[in-house]
């Protein structure tokens, strides 16, 4: 069983910076693609950041050049430094674990919320 717990949010002015922590149960972590999606008010879920169990990254347009994902495969523990945050990046912002050894299970955490706003 794997177990999700996103922290490191809260309320930032426009322009300041903030950094997600998602730390994870369970053995499967260093082998598993892991993703942050976030979710606003009215919207649909949305992948923000992918970073491969290899270290490969990918990013959402909206937020290339000021996001970064990066993982510590040694602390179970993945993360999003977000920079140059703006009033639309306000959302709660969940990490997800694709689980695909032996069998296919996405796990979710509850979530982080972030407030842009002045």
């Known amino acids: 069983q794997v177990q999700l717990v996103e922290s490191g949010g809260g309320l930032v002015q426009p322009g300041g910076s903030l950094r997600l922590s998602c730390v994870a149960s369970?053995?499967?972590?260093?082998?598993?693609?892991m993703d942050w999606y976030r979710q606003a008010p009215g919207k649909v879920r949305e992948l923000v950041a992918r970073?491969?169990?290899?270290?490969?990254?990918n990013y959402a347009d909206s937020v290339k050049g000021r996001f970064t994902i990066s993982r510590d495969n040694t602390k179970n523990t993945m993360y999003l430094q977000m920079n140059s945050l703006k009033p639309e990046d306000t959302a709660v912002y969940f990490c997800?674990?694709?689980?695909?050894?032996?069998?296919?299970?996405?796990?979710w955490g509850r979530g982080t919320l972030v407030t842009v706003s002045s």
């Open positions: 369970g053995s499967s972590f260093s082998i598993s693609d």
């Open positions: 970073i491969t169990s290899g270290g490969n990254t």
């Open positions: 997800k674990l694709n689980h695909r050894l032996g069998y296919a299970m996405d796990y």
